[in-house]
């Protein structure tokens, strides 16, 4: 692409580098900013810098914090649950759900043989080492990791690891998403839904 | 939506003020970043800060530039033809054509009554003063807006403007886009391209 300037041609080629977006998509977010006030620009960047230069990983729980030390074993939370996540964006997820009070493990990657990511590359060890540290207070390990094939051969990596501790291993309830319509549910989710199905609550009554 | 630092907050309410880009996939955008080198993020937000900070407007033909006198009327293009479009994205989808080899105009916008844009607010003035000064040598205005209701409001106007100059007035060629099925044009596409029909080049034989 020819561009009329040489300041767009080095936005357009950073942006596109980004996941997803393409040159049009980023020479429409350059020429967006060229509208917008300098300090928007500058709030941007800033926050980008930051970012990337300030984020720690806390030494615990592997989640990106501003500090080494994150909040994730504030006292407010159930001490003798911990699920175990693949990366950030899964710990906001089932945060937001408001569902879980325990603590989170991040793994930041799962098992892909394809990527040459094994175990060793993961958080695995450190998380055997938190279950042990806790001498018997952590009673539950959920593996919340995405029901893939690498997501399947990780939690059963893990699972097979924590057997010696002899605590409560559970995963995260696969089904038909609430909203789904039976009929245009795949078949392995649809079958696996009625395998593992579930005793109907009629109340308290 | 809860983050696990302010860090990531800031970065995720920076990057949703973009067009198009929700907190979801702001988030993902800042994920990305902080797996990468220090070096792509810090060369992102320069190239951002620069582009908006050095970015200049022609002041003859209005595309952005890297100074305020632009390459707009270097000695190799045709003087006698005047491109009018909406924005710099148009400049660099007709120069991207190759079929143009005359001058740019960037009108900064169109005239939409609903945004509250008037002529008054547009590069119109700046487009009549232009032809004039020419004295004579521009000998055609083509106008390449958008066929919508506010493009062909602004073609409108415009073309009645440059109506004294008795130059050329043209427009860019509506029809059947090349590769597109016949069957499924809409019909004011397919009932102009009848009525604007052309002559069929048998070639020089």
Known sequence: MLYPSKLIEDAVN????LPGIGKKTALR???????QEESTTDKLSTALVNLRKESKYCKICHIISDSEDCTCE???????????????????????????????????GIISP?????????????LLDR?????????EVILALSPTMEGDTTSFYIAKKLKPFSIKITTIA???PIGGELEYTDEITLGRSIVQRLI???GND
């Open 14 to 17: 950073e942006i596109s580098k």
């Open 200 to 202: 109907y609550d009629t």
């Open 131 to 139: 279950v042990k540290k806790s001498s018997g207070l952590i009673k």
């Open 29 to 35: 977010l350059a020429l967006h900013l060229l509208k």
């Open 74 to 108: 504030s006292a407010r939370k159930d001490a003798s649950i911990l699920c175990v996540v693949e990366d950030t964006p899964d710990v906001i997820a089932i945060q937001n759900t408001a569902q879980f009070s325990g603590y989170f493990h991040v793994l930041g």
């Open 174 to 176: 696969r089904g038909i």
């Open 114 to 126: 394809m990527e040459g990511i094994g175990p060793g590359e993961l958080n695995i060890q450190s």
